[in-house]
């Protein structure tokens, strides 16, 4: 075997070996999204007989805002605040993160 059939050969089994590694990349990739869901928020107000027009009269806190959590959108930290002084609770008992592997 000549010096151009070894240097050949070495250059394909570095791009197998290349294309191995790309593939077996690929074959963990896992994305994972994070979302704020507000259903205990919503629970927490059907367990205390309140409508969300109340908490958005309790907590100061605008339509806008009401109509944002129920869409789990984000909302400022403040908001967040706001809700638990009203509602004499923690954030963990309003909100929490939904995982979701794909």
Do not use: F
């Amino acid at each position: 075997m000549n010096t151009n059939q070894k240097s050949c050969e070495h250059k394909e089994n570095v791009c197998n070996m290349m294309m191995l590694m790309i593939s077996c990349n690929y074959t963990y990739i896992e994305v994972i999204t994070m979302a704020i869901s507000y259903k205990k928020l919503w629970k927490l107000l059907i367990d205390r007989d309140m409508k969300k027009k109340d908490l958005q009269k309790l907590a100061g806190i605008s339509s806008a805002t009401i109509t944002k959590l129920g869409k789990n959108e984000n909302v400022s930290t403040e908001i967040i605040q706001k809700i638990c002084i009203a509602l004499e609770c923690d954030v963990c008992d309003i909100m929490e993160m939904d995982t979701k592997r794909n």
